[in-house]
């Protein structure tokens, strides 16, 4: 049965991620190496991948290796580093789709899916994504109501739908099928577009 995984932060080919984010990686290679092994024994090629923003810097080129290595079917929510230079190249590729924000509901409860938390959601309200690499969450937000899949908290590697449902709702009993249905066909669920 086809899964879904999250992840989100990789910055493939951006070699500040190494020492900035203070990753455990000896160089850029290294990274990669590590970051392409987690993903690919993690996912299947029919698996959907929901890459939460940052995904990569580099060029043309680089972006097509990296989707041509990287196993499953993606999807990319833009990200604060995701340049619109870069997210032509992705698209070039015609590997992957690119949206601002994924919405699904499950089990009367509302997920979003963006690349930085949002404020203020409503109860019920479960919003999965990135961007906080040192941290988990700043103090400020409502831990219960999020989940981060930047790749420093989940050891380096994707995480599953029902990990996350498991951690937040208390059940991994999901309906992928539901889930991959609403994701790609929503009418919340846009494309990117360039303008």
Known sequence: MRDIFLISDTHFG?????????????????M?????????????????????GDFYGGNK????????????????????HDFK??????????????????EFLLNDH???????????????????HGHHHRVLLPSKFEQSKYFNVAVEHNEYRPISIREIVEDKLGTSNVNLSDIIEQIKYSNSN???TFA
């Open 14 to 30: 951006q070699r500040f991620a190494v020492r900035f984010f203070k990753r455990p990686f000896k160089n850029i290679k290294e």
């Open 32 to 52: 990669h190496d590590t970051l392409i092994e987690n993903w690919n024994n993690n996912i299947r090629e029919d698996d959907l991948v929901l890459i939460l």
């Open 110 to 128: 509302h997920f979003i899916l963006t690349h930085k938390p949002l404020k203020n959601i409503k109860k019920q309200t479960i919003n999965i």
């Open 85 to 102: 230079f870069r997210l032509k190249r992705l698209i070039e590729t015609r590997k992957i789709k690119i949206y601002n924000r994924i």
């Open 61 to 80: 080129i680089f972006s097509h290796f990296l989707l041509k290595k990287l196993n499953g079917e993606k999807i990319l929510v833009k990200g604060n």
């Open 190 to 192: 846009i494309e990117y």
